[in-house]
């Protein structure tokens, strides 16, 4: 008896499974608050050089003076006109030292705090770009960790890095000592969610896994990201916000009481009483009895399958640069790599692009969070109609086209509309969220299932490595307003391009071995999968009419 005909009857669907999908809600909250919590201080109000004659009057009229220069938020005045457009008003040759903030909602954010603006806006960026490279570490650290002393102890020592990193940022006053502690705050980042997924996918059924693990981060990731912008406001100041946000994290320590350890993972320990121990509590939670026989059977089919995968490892162990040996499989693997890549720079970079639109940042943050749950829907729909590839290359294409739109707009016209801006904007956030579950799901099949885990490992830590860029990317902006927005526009088109060198991956038997993986869609051309749409559009329409036929046959 194997392991999923001994968790059915220990219950795959009852009572444990929603505990955990709960606890993985709660997690998916927790970590949405703890990845955006350095944009949440980092926002930038307008700002203006300070002069003693600017202060006794209002925001507009400051404003308005400032707007007759070049770099409103970086000029330095001398003297001031009398009259209220300033028009006598002459500019000093020295820095500004001193600013005026139009605080959004009263937030006290660390830029401001801090004068990280103007000729040290570039701090800022420096420091977050280590919040990626502690990603990075991170994924490989509690990768390895999560395999020695299981996925229950990792998860919990992830999110103690992401509370230490975050609470030490509230002491900090330099950029050596800010980019240390983003440094161990982004440990977290990846590590405490898909160690806990990992543990999910084990004990939920496949009937519940698919719904349950999407809806789950949709809505919450959802309410974490607006819970974030909504307690910044109320407490007021940076400092106060990160203590707050990062107190959240400990509370996953109780995942340990609460959270049964992977019985697989045990197994492949050779603790298979270990894992009899978990699989017993899941029945025990879900109210099943199993007897002593089915067991003593799962018992006995873990010993002998240890002891063929320890001959077969002995004998030929596939090995992650193994995928790199045959020509079709290595071109395939290394277009994935160049396609996940590419996907995580512009998703870290334009769902945390939510200043100067013309609006608050705080209320910018709040709506882009809201296209997360329809964009799993779509995304799901839309793959089943054309496919990983198809849903792959259609969504990126037509983020890509909101924001050329988006940078040309802000070519053109000094001053844009707002409500035009921020429609490209949330246009292209509800995009790149259907681009990031696709092509995720869509590079998982590519790879076979023998290095599978070590090939997405890969992935994650080169799209880490690559995302440190997306901070300088967005610094951009301050020096040209639609610079971002061309960068993620040629890398979309780019990435769409190499999309249609991979293979179709749907409703296809994806490839284990790498043997499998040499053949798997050698014969495919580019655009073989609008033929492949077109064929299954065609069928269903066929079968329509008959199952038509046959129920009025059965009426």
């Known amino acids: 008896m194997d392991f999923d005909e001994l968790l059915a009857k220990c219950g795959n669907s009852h009572r444990y499974q929603y505990l955990l999908l709960g606890l993985y809600s709660v997690l998916m909250f927790v970590t949405s608050m703890h990845n955006f919590s350095q944009n949440v201080i980092g926002f930038v109000p307008d700002h203006w050089c300070h002069h003693e004659q600017l202060e006794n009057r209002s925001y507009a009229e400051i404003e308005a003076i400032y707007n007759q220069f070049e770099k409103p938020s970086c000029t330095r005045l001398a003297t001031i006109g009398s009259d209220l457009d300033g028009r006598n008003t002459t500019i000093s ?39 990626f490279v502690g990603s990075m570490c991170g994924t490989l650290v509690f990768g390895l960790l999560g395999d020695r002393i299981g996925r229950i102890k990792a998860v919990i020592l992830a999110n103690w890095c992401g509370f230490l990193g975050d609470f030490l940022t509230i002491f900090t006053e330099s950029l050596a000592a800010f980019s240390v502690t983003r440094f161990v705050s982004g440990l977290a980042v990846d590590a405490n969610t898909y160690l806990m997924y990992i543990l999910a996918l084990e004990y939920i059924s496949p009937s519940l896994r698919n ?53 697989q993972w045990l197994v492949t320990r050779n603790d298979i009483d270990g894992a009899v121990l978990r699989l017993r509590r899941v029945a025990k939670m879900n109210r099943r009895s199993i007897c002593e026989a089915d067991l003593d059977a799962f018992r006995s089919y873990c010993q002998i399958n240890c002891t063929r995968k320890a001959q077969e490892t002995n004998e030929n162990q596939d090995k992650l640069m193994d995928m790199f040996q045959t020509p079709h499989l290595r071109k395939t693997i290394i277009t994935m790599l160049i396609v996940f890549t590419i996907i995580s720079v512009c998703y870290n970079t334009l ?103 070590r090939g997405l490992a890969v992935a994650h830590v080169a799209g880490a490595a690559a995302s440190l860029l ?86």
């Open 211 to 263: 719904a349950g693990l999407s809806i789950s981060m949709g809505i919450f990731y959802c309410l974490g990201m607006i819970s974030a912008c909504g307690l910044a406001i109320l407490v007021g100041n940076w400092r106060g916000f990160l203590a707050c946000s990062s107190l959240p994290l400990l509370l996953v320590t109780l995942f340990y009481f609460l959270v049964q350890e992977s019985a």
């Open 470 to 555: 997306s901070p300088y990317i967005l610094h951009l902006g301050t020096y040209y307003r639609a610079g971002p927005w061309i960068i993620l526009c040629l890398l979309f088109f780019i990435c769409a391009y190499l999309c249609l060198l991979l293979p179709e991956t749907g409703n296809r038997k994806l490839p284990i071995s790498l043997a499998e993986g040499e053949q798997f869609g050698r014969e495919d051309r580019m655009f073989d999968f609008l033929r492949t749409a077109k064929a299954k559009t065609a069928a269903e329409a066929d079968r329509k009419p008959e199952a038509e036929t046959l129920q009025k046959l059965m009426s």
């Open 93 to 131: 040759g020295e820095r500004c030292d001193r600013w005026i903030y139009n605080y959004d909602f009263g937030f006290r954010s660390m830029n401001t705090e801090l004068n990280w603006v103007c000729d040290e806006a570039y701090k800022a960026p420096v420091g977050q770009s280590f919040f």
């Open 351 to 453: 769902a945390r692009n939510v200043e100067g639109l013309g609006i608050s940042p705080f209320i910018m943050f709040s709506m882009t969070a809201l296209t997360l749950l329809p964009s799993g829907l779509i995304q799901a729909d839309i793959q089943k109609r054309i496919g990983r590839k198809g849903s792959s290359v259609l969504s990126i294409l037509l983020t890509g086209l909101f924001t050329a739109a988006s940078g040309i707009v802000l070519s053109v016209w000094q001053q844009p509309s707002a409500v035009l801006l921020i429609s490209l904007t949330m246009a292209s956030r509800f995009g790149l969220s259907v681009c990031f579950g696709s092509t995720l799901l869509f590079s998982t099949e590519l790879v076979p299932t023998c290095v599978r885990s």
